[in-house]
């Protein structure tokens, strides 16, 4: 990486993050985007076993730089994979508790994580009618351990969602556990910003480490709640140059990191 | 909104049908004459990839009314249903073009405004629902939809087991009327066969009333028959086969071309100029100005086919389609 | 006899496994000393075809206990196991060599006085169960043993659909403690690939707490990645991988090598002669009386292998097998 | 056909009396053996458009005279098929409705179609313990319309069976729908004497035609139990000289015509 080579975006800063909670020799079910850039970062670095599982019913996906797929399913995701099956069957492993890790972006996460990607305003008469959970239900469901990598936007961090698309721990305590979700813990939230995770009695979302150069007050200024902070905060990591050279060959520059769900 | 499929009668049904092994090849608008106004379409592939698109362009210009259409994971082709008064109910878990082109503005208009109804299940949830249509039972149990708001907006209901007393969500069955499904190759039978990932085909088309395939190419029964494992859909579920190379663009078939992201930018274009409009404009021009889905892909040209085609060899090896 | 799976604790055990994508290459022994006495020991293929028989062997000469044995549709294999003392239960469909070779007087010497225990379901129950194992779901529904003696023998349930009322047979999860499979080609982290029909391996590997795969070939890795959806196993759900050619003889191997009628003939003709004996002269001579399972085939025979191979490719189009 | 041709036997009269119940254009699920035989036949004569289906995943098998399948699961099976498939995947398909036929062998058959190919003598200490069910409590329970093929001796035409290894009508009346058994008939029991159906109020075994040289006594005395006997009796044509011509070609040398279930 030259010495010009520009600073780390807060995209960079989220995706380099996320890739870093994935251990090596583990089994990670990515969305596309975000997610997926971050799974396959690191691939490329500590965790070169990493197998990627995306819901288009691909198992161990390549990450081709500049050729990233746009969505789940697609020919760009399958080269190179290691199976191929079907949507339904992807999630019936997932089920059994082969997935090790969800990963997953959010349109809003509210403090128990609870995930909306459906609905602003009325069910029946939506102000925003948003696309849909296509895989998030699930994802977050029935792999072992799922975090939510996103932006660290007020709009995005709300009290209460309106719609649970996607299950967090809902109200919170043990109502998740009481509504048959026995199956799937959410590992924490990564932005820009912050790692949270969650409290284990109440489950309300807690800050518990920064991104270099942040403080507390740019974290809750930007959250739509009343965060739980706790005793120690340690600061995180900043993208090295190796990450950001890895991270900006791999997206290119046909890497749109969008996609559906 | 759940209409329970009583197994018993869904199997009477399916008894009563013809199973015949005959000449089923014929054009798409004949073959989407099966289709009434007001049934369930199930439609194939998920997102832009192998949507059976030749076979949606002979349905808007079959004019039907009213449909309701399921499909895993849908793209633009549900705005094209919608605004063309085609489908006014859609059952599925996602509806977008693709990330990268933002909130699909006219399912936001149709269902915002009361036009249209999305009802919302999880992958899995419409995966089993398929399947348990596929194996003629009235519903499947699973762990997906627990406690969300999308099991309350449904009424998903839940079962549980009689051996440990775990509850269970219980996805109900679902039955399309009619299924299009489009595949890499098939006989004149109905015998279809598809590479790479099948998304939800297999379960679709035999939870389905009616099938109809269309293939990129129709090929002799020898042809099946030298790589068996290779069907997916055997003849007896089957109503007509229409044979249509490119019959998925602008989404893409698995080895044999990608998706065209510059045609999805000029929908996607035309449709933040113009709302609906531009969506109703889009299937104007593209589906009502043709007399096939050939007419359409001459207006697309054929370097921009090739280009695609060599695009998809890229990406895939050689051997892993036949 | 059923003993219920609680799906949350299967679950918890399957999440607690670890998943290391790392070179799983062994011999046949040290494979198959995963397997503890009094195992659920599940067997992949069906009757002669693709039978895992260098596993099966190498588990005879590791001299273990009271196994439960469980299978499809079984074929010899499971009165060696009966009469070696290896396994003391057996849960399948059927049990003979072939219908040609008549009753299998071995299996009911140890049923008929007692010995061992037959436990008996009908293909589509033994598949749902595996099935449900493999779903992680502690059940499926489905129509089948329904007033049948077998139902009550096993104490098969019911239950019933929440949005129709009706009443299903309730199939209980299976989940073997070890899944035995042989395959066509596997890379070293375990990934498998099957040619033909799969019978019920899939299930039952996904369902199995260990997996054990032999295969014909062991490949590299990106020979699997040329044609992934030829891919039935995943790495993650497997423990061992093991290279044995000719690994399913005397069964068949799609494609491969044709079953070995005339060995069966021969058991057969042991067996009416010397009774269970005869089955324990055979494991003597065959299993216990070589190191491993290439020794077997050298006193089976190179000219009568490639007979059987020549056989198979009368049979198989070529290009049906990779 | 040379005039030296040998005359049929009860195994040819069965296979071509049970061959000519197969209508074209239809789907059949054959056991193999016998049945198998008989739909085999049945696709070289009056159904050239049958699909036959095996339960080793064998969907639109084709016979080859002289290397008929031994079991359900062999390539024999499997050349020349339309679709190959997993054995539970076949059974879902029946149990979908999509098979008009199941075509089976009996060890033992009853006054009301019930099979028993598992157990004589008591459960839980049998006198003989027979190979078991393999695919037929699923074909009878889930086949549109089931047919039993057998050689008509008092040792397989019981009074009742000592265990209902396969379903036909339990004890009769509407005990098979009660039990849940909504799905599939049992259409007959062709033999090397007659052909029998089920008389539709009791859901007795009734005698509904004979094969040619054969009296009711004949039938009569080599079955079990007390058969109904309907008021018309045809006598069965007698296979022609192109039928047996076909069925000894296609059972050639090597048709051994055994097998699993």
Known sequence: MSAAAPPASAEEIMAVSASRLLSDHSVVFAGVGMPLVAAGLALRRQAPHLTIVIEGGIIGAHLYPGALPVSTNEMR??????????????????????????????????????????????????????????????????????????????????????????????????????????????????????????????RRMRLRALQPGVSVDDVTERTGFELLVADELPVLEPPSPEELESYRELVGSGGEGGGAS | MIDPVRSLEARREQEATRR????????????VALIADGDHVAI????????????????LRSRRRDLTVSRPLSSFEMELLLASGTASRLVTTWVGIGLKWGLPLVLRHYVENGLATYEEWSHLAIGLRYRAGAMGVPFLPGLSMLGSDLASAVGLKSVECPYTGERLA???????????????????????????YFHMDVDMTRAARKVIVSAEQIVEPERIAAEPAQTIIPHFAVDAVVEVPYGAYPAECYGLYEADYGHFDDYVNEVRRAGADGARSYVERNAYGHEDFAGFLEAVGADRLASLGAAARQLVPAGATR
Chains 1, 4 share one sequence.
């Open chain 1, 77 to 202: 995701a399958a080269f190179g994979a290691q199976m191929l099956t079907d949507v339904t069957d992807i999630f019936l492993l997932a089920e059994r508790g082969f997935f090790d890790y969800g990963f997953l972006g959010v349109a809003q996460v509210d403090m128990f994580g609870n995930i909306n990607t459906s609905i602003i305003g009325d069910r029946y008469k939506p102000t925003v009618r948003l696309p849909g959970t296509g895989g998030a239900n699930d994802i977050i469901s029935l792999c072992n351990e799922t975090y939510i990598v996103t932006a660290h936007e007020p709009r995005r961090f709300v009290e209460r969602v309106d719609f649970v698309t996607s299950p967090g721990y809902l109200s919170g305590g043990r109502s998740r556990e009481e509504a048959g979700l026995v199956r799937g813990r959410l590992g924490g939230v990564v932005t820009d910003l912050a790692f949270m995770d969650f409290d284990d009695d109440t």
């Open chain 2, 20 to 31: 015949e092994a005959v000449d089923k090849v014929t054009s798409e608008s004949e073959a």
């Open chain 2, 44 to 59: 194939g592939g998920t997102c832009y990839s192998r949507t059976p698109m030749a076979l949606l362009f002979a349905l």
């Open chain 2, 170 to 196: 219980a996805y109900p069955a679902l039955n399309p009327d009619v299924a299009l499904v489009h595949a890499h190759r098939a006989d004149k039978f109905g015998n279809a066969q598809v590479d790479g």
